[in-house]
């Protein structure tokens, strides 16, 4: 079974990143100049190209 949004968004949070906007369902969280965009509602199942985006992003910088 995939991953909930989440369980990324949880992942991202904890890595230090940090919500900046949300415009309808998407959000974007900042840190340092890694930025990312997660769509989609809280409940949703994550995409595997979204699992791939965060995990790029929290071994970043």
Known sequence: MPPKLR???RELERAGFELRSVRG???K???GGVTV???GQ?????????ER???DAIRRE
Request: proline residues 0%; positive net charge.
């Open 37 to 39: 965009i997660v769509s």
């Open 7 to 9: 369980d990324l968004i």
């Open 42 to 50: 809280a409940g949703d199942d994550a995409k595997k190209y979204q």
């Open 25 to 27: 369902s998407h959000r």
């Open 53 to 55: 985006v965060v995990q």
């Open 29 to 31: 969280y900042v840190r």
